[in-house]
Each structure stands twice: as structure tokens, then as C-alpha cells.
């Protein structure tokens, strides 16, 4: 065996094939990003639909209230849409908190609620369909008595019922991430332009675009911030739909920083300063609780890993050398001479 895998690594054809293996692969990783377009344009490009719709419902309201919810946003399926409304899934499946945690993910209109309650329903009979195609079709858990096997089946739709509560809390808790890890950079910027004399529309709308290579999720929630601001009627109401969308406390907190500085009058600047340096602190600290949890979870790995490789390098020419006299009673016999 080792002298297969010699010649093989010997081998000038093998080491070739090897290299332009290697090198059609690193041609692959380096061309594929740029097929894949350009995430933050594509982002900015909904968050610019999402201000041009703003923009048609504050016409409409002054127009007639019968065409609010028209804009540049893409229509519901018909067909989810009719089969929501005939079951009245939005009062059986949806509340404030499901509305709020679609608005955390990044969904935003009826549409997305209306695909959400639809897959609720639809998915726990594809997932039941699918659990009895295996277990009664394939054959699988044969050994298994029947009451148990219709019981995977049934487990399998409860799966499929709560799916799709799991995609969303997923997608929230990433996009939390996101904003959490690029929020106090975007507070940095945002105070060094309200501090050369931007107002807060301005400042958004700058960091916005700078803190879009960090975190796009970010940088989508502040233009639709600023243009909460340009067309609600209440400045706070804008400060509290951000909050609302991101879920991140720190952003809570410099939005009622905004609003009692726009209620009483105080400097935007200073309470932007505190914050700024309260943020710093929160995510120093996080970076050292981190490494402080570090050594605990490295202890395993080491164990597993690390140690018995050590032990190999330190005991290993021993035992060849060991081996190589006979053993323990040839070495015996060689000190004995």
C-alpha cells in the first residue's frame, strides 16, 4: 500500500492531472462570484420600490383611500391569495407577533404574509404525503408496528406545519446578526456626519451608502428610514417602524435617543456620541465573552485531535527504533551484550 501511494505521488502524469485539476478549480471559485450579480444593487433597487411605493400611498390617501396599497410592489398569487381569504387563515394563523417577525426577516406587505400562511397550510400535506410515500411505499420501518409508523407520518406534518415558522425565525436571526455586527460602525458614521452639519435625512441616506459593503440588510433599513421620514406625516412614527423592522436593541435605543432629541430640543450629536461609545463597548464586550467561552469548547478538539498527533510526534521514533531492534526483549538482549 505504501509503495502504491509512492509511486502514484511520484507519478509525473498524476502530479499533472493534479495541478490543473487544482487550477480549473481556483478559475471556477474566481469567475463564479462574478455570475452571481451584485447583492447590494439588487437590495437597493427593492428598498427604491419600496420608496416609490410610499410615495404612491401618500398620493392615494390624498386622493382616495380605496387606492392605498397600490405600487411598484410585485402582486400576490391569486391563487394563494383567494384560497387565504375563503379559509380566513389570517385570523387563524396570523397575529401581531407573526406580522412582526416577517417585518424582523425582511418581509414586508400582505404578500409575503399571504405566502406564509399558504405554505402553512399546504406544506403539512406535502409532508405527510412524503412521510407516507416512505414509509408505506418504500417499505422503510417495516420492522416497526403500524400505530408507530403512522405516528412518524403525523410527526412529519407537524413538521411541516411549523417549517415554515422555522425559515422565518432563521432568516430574522441572521438578518439581527447583520445589523447588530455593522450597526455601531454605521452609528460612527452617522455621528461624524451629523456632526459636520448634515441633518439626520442627509446622514441616513450617507451611511446608508457607505455602510452597504459591511451589511446590506442595514443599509436597506436606512434608506427605508429616510424615506419614512420625507412622507410620514410623524418623524417618530419612522423612528419606531425602524426599530420595529431590525429588532436590535441597540437600534431601539438611539431611536428614542432620535425622538427625545427631535421633542426637546437637544443636540443630536451628543446622545449620538454616547451611544456611539456604548455600542463600542457592547460589542468589545461581546468579542471577550467569546473568547473567554473559547478554551472550554477547544478542550474536545484537543483531546481528539491534537493530543494523540503529539503523542505520535514525541513516542513515534521510539517505537520505530523499538521496532527496529526486535522489540522490548531484542533491546534487552542488545543492553545485556
Same mark, same amino acid.
Given at each position: 500500500?505504501?509503495?502504491f %501511494?509512492?509511486?502514484?505521488?511520484?507519478?509525473?502524469?498524476?502530479?499533472?492531472?493534479?495541478?490543473?485539476?487544482?487550477?480549473?478549480f481556483?478559475?471556477?471559485?474566481?469567475?463564479?462570484?462574478?455570475?452571481?450579480g451584485?447583492?447590494?444593487?439588487?437590495?437597493?433597487?427593492?428598498?427604491?420600490?419600496?420608496?416609490?411605493?410610499?410615495?404612491?400611498?401618500?398620493?392615494?390617501?390624498l386622493?382616495?383611500?380605496?387606492n392605498?396599497?397600490?405600487?411598484?410592489r410585485?402582486?400576490?398569487s391569486?391563487g394563494?391569495?383567494?384560497?387565504?381569504?375563503?379559509l380566513?387563515?389570517?385570523?387563524?394563523?396570523a397575529?401581531?407577533?407573526?406580522i412582526?417577525?416577517?417585518?424582523?426577516?425582511?418581509?414586508?406587505?400582505n404578500?409575503?404574509?399571504?405566502?406564509?400562511?399558504?405554505?402553512?397550510?399546504?406544506?403539512?400535506f406535502?409532508?405527510?404525503?412524503?412521510?407516507l410515500?416512505?414509509?408505506?411505499?418504500l417499505?422503510e420501518?417495516?420492522?416497526?408496528?403500524?400505530?408507530?409508523?403512522?405516528?412518524?407520518?403525523i410527526?412529519?406534518?407537524?413538521?411541516?406545519?411549523?417549517?415554515?415558522i422555522?425559515?422565518?425565525?432563521?432568516?430574522?436571526?441572521?438578518?439581527?446578526?447583520?445589523?447588530?455586527k455593522?450597526?455601531?460602525?454605521?452609528?460612527?458614521?452617522?455621528l461624524?456626519?451629523?456632526?459636520?452639519?448634515?441633518? %439626520?435625512e442627509?446622514?441616513?441616506?450617507? %451611511?446608508?451608502e457607505?455602510?452597504?459593503?459591511?451589511?446590506?440588510?442595514?443599509?436597506?433599513?436606512? %434608506?427605508?428610514?429616510?424615506?419614512?421620514?420625507?412622507?410620514l406625516q410623524?418623524?417618530?412614527?419612522?423612528?419606531?417602524n425602524?426599530?420595529?423592522?431590525?429588532?436590535?436593541?441597540s437600534?431601539k435605543?438611539?431611536?428614542?435617543?432620535l425622538?427625545?432629541?427631535?421633542?426637546?430640543?437637544?443636540?443630536?450629536?451628543?446622545?449620538?456620541?454616547v451611544?456611539?461609545a456604548e455600542?463600542?463597548?457592547?460589542?468589545?464586550?461581546?468579542?471577550?465573552k467569546?473568547?473567554a467561552?473559547?478554551?472550554p469548547?477547544?478542550?474536545?478538539p484537543?483531546i481528539?485531535?491534537?493530543?494523540?498527533?503529539?503523542?505520535?510526534?514525541?513516542?513515534?521514533?521510539?517505537?520505530?527504533?523499538?521496532?527496529?531492534q526486535?522489540?522490548?526483549?531484542?533491546m534487552?538482549?542488545?543492553?545485556?551484550?
Open positions: 500500500m505504501t509503495s %501511494v509512492y509511486s502514484t505521488l511520484t507519478d509525473g502524469s498524476f502530479l499533472v492531472s493534479l495541478f490543473v485539476a487544482i487550477a480549473v481556483a478559475s471556477l471559485l474566481t469567475l463564479i462570484p462574478s455570475f452571481s451584485n447583492s447590494l444593487e439588487s437590495r437597493m433597487k427593492t428598498v427604491a420600490l419600496e420608496r416609490e411605493e410610499l410615495r404612491s400611498k401618500q398620493r392615494s390617501r386622493a382616495e383611500a380605496e392605498r396599497r397600490r405600487g411598484l410585485v402582486e400576490e391569486k394563494m391569495r383567494s384560497i387565504v381569504d375563503r380566513d387563515l389570517r385570523r387563524a394563523l397575529d401581531e407577533n407573526t412582526a417577525k416577517l417585518k424582523v426577516a425582511g418581509f414586508r406587505g404578500d409575503p404574509l399571504t405566502r406564509f400562511l399558504f405554505f402553512r397550510l399546504i406544506l403539512p406535502v409532508f405527510f404525503g412524503a412521510a410515500f416512505y414509509v408505506y411505499g417499505g420501518f417495516a420492522e416497526q408496528a403500524a400505530p408507530i409508523r403512522f405516528f412518524i407520518c410527526l412529519c406534518a407537524y413538521a411541516g406545519f411549523y417549517a415554515p422555522l425559515y422565518v425565525n432563521n432568516r430574522a436571526n441572521k438578518r439581527k446578526q447583520s445589523i447588530q455593522a450597526f455601531p460602525d454605521a452609528l460612527d458614521l452617522m461624524i456626519c451629523v456632526e459636520s452639519g448634515m441633518s %439626520v442627509a446622514a441616513l441616506k450617507k %451611511v446608508a457607505e455602510i452597504g459593503a459591511q451589511s446590506v440588510d442595514l443599509a436597506e433599513e436606512l %434608506v427605508l428610514t429616510t424615506a419614512e421620514l420625507s412622507f410623524e418623524r417618530r412614527q419612522a423612528y419606531e425602524f426599530a420595529a423592522r431590525t429588532g436590535v436593541e437600534v435605543s438611539v431611536t428614542q435617543a425622538i427625545q432629541a427631535e421633542r426637546y430640543g437637544t443636540p443630536v450629536a451628543h446622545a449620538l456620541r451611544l456611539a455600542s463600542r463597548e457592547a460589542r468589545m464586550t461581546a468579542a471577550e467569546k473568547a467561552a473559547l478554551p469548547k477547544l478542550t474536545v484537543m481528539l485531535f491534537f493530543l494523540p498527533v503529539l503523542f505520535l510526534i514525541i513516542l513515534g521514533p521510539a517505537g520505530m527504533q523499538i521496532s527496529a526486535g522489540g522490548f526483549a531484542g534487552m538482549n542488545s543492553n545485556a551484550r
